[in-house]
């Protein structure tokens, strides 16, 4: 079955710096959700990528969809205390509409 | 808060137990997914209904079931309940069930199995 790698698991950033996290499949992608779940709270939706290539940004946070459509990144500049929490990539599976999530990458910001 | 909502919050009960976890999707919503997350899982998806019927399984036990009612609410059912079973249990919604429906999640029920 498709199987969905996410990069790295936990990452420490000092406030103000700049990540990435990556998501990569062993197949290709119909297309691609992320999520962001705050410590305590539920996955909350952030974007959907479709397009080969596609790259959408939402202020500081900027997701792109690769060539092949077999990986994904999320990139954030500036990193903020709000940022705190673990984002998953969630690609698509089938046609009506399940979602197998990565792992997730936990985020903790140092001021 | 994303109009999805969830009871109990949460659940304390012993193996061998039967419990049934209830969902509210957002209005308008036809479709509601079912998740289980574990520290060592991770989010896993376990049912889908749309409009009442079963569209898709995942990683679901026999020992669980779950079924959609004519208001659109859902409930999950777990019964023999094991240790292992101790979880954060998801229900999300989307309008529709497409690929590029955005899913909707519900606050969770965390239960505990002592």
């Known amino acids: 079955g498709q199987q969905v790698m996410q990069i790295p698991q936990y990452q420490h950033v000092q406030e103000g710096e700049d990540f990435t996290t990556y998501c990569n499949s062993s197949?290709?992608?119909?297309?691609i959700q992320w999520y962001k779940q705050r410590p305590g709270g539920h996955p909350v939706f952030l974007i959907q990528l479709v397009k080969s290539g596609e790259v959408k940004k939402q202020k500081r946070l900027t997701f792109q969809f690769g060539e092949a459509k077999k990986n994904s990144s999320l990139h954030i500049t500036a990193t903020q205390t709000t940022d705190v929490g673990t984002y998953f990539c969630a690609p698509v599976t089938d046609s009506w509409g399940k979602l197998q999530f990565g792992a997730g990458t936990q985020v903790v910001v140092t001021p | 808060d994303s109009g999805v909502t969830q009871t109990p919050k949460h659940l304390i009960t012993a193996t061998g137990q039967r419990v049934t976890l209830r969902c509210s999707p957002r209005s308008g919503d036809l479709s509601v997914y079912w998740y289980q997350q574990s520290l060592d899982q991770g989010l896993q998806f376990l049912i889908q209904y749309y409009n009442g019927e079963e569209r898709a399984k995942g990683n679901i036990l026999e020992r669980f079931s779950a079924q959609q009612f004519p208001d659109l609410h859902s409930e999950l059912n777990l019964s023999s309940l094991e240790l292992g079973d101790s979880a954060l249990y998801f229900c999300?919604?989307?309008?529709?069930?497409?690929?590029?429906?955005?899913?909707?999640f519900g606050p969770g029920t965390r239960l505990t199995v002592l």
């Open positions: 197949t290709t992608l119909s297309n």
């Open positions: 999300a919604s989307s309008v529709d069930t497409g690929r590029t429906d955005t899913q909707y």
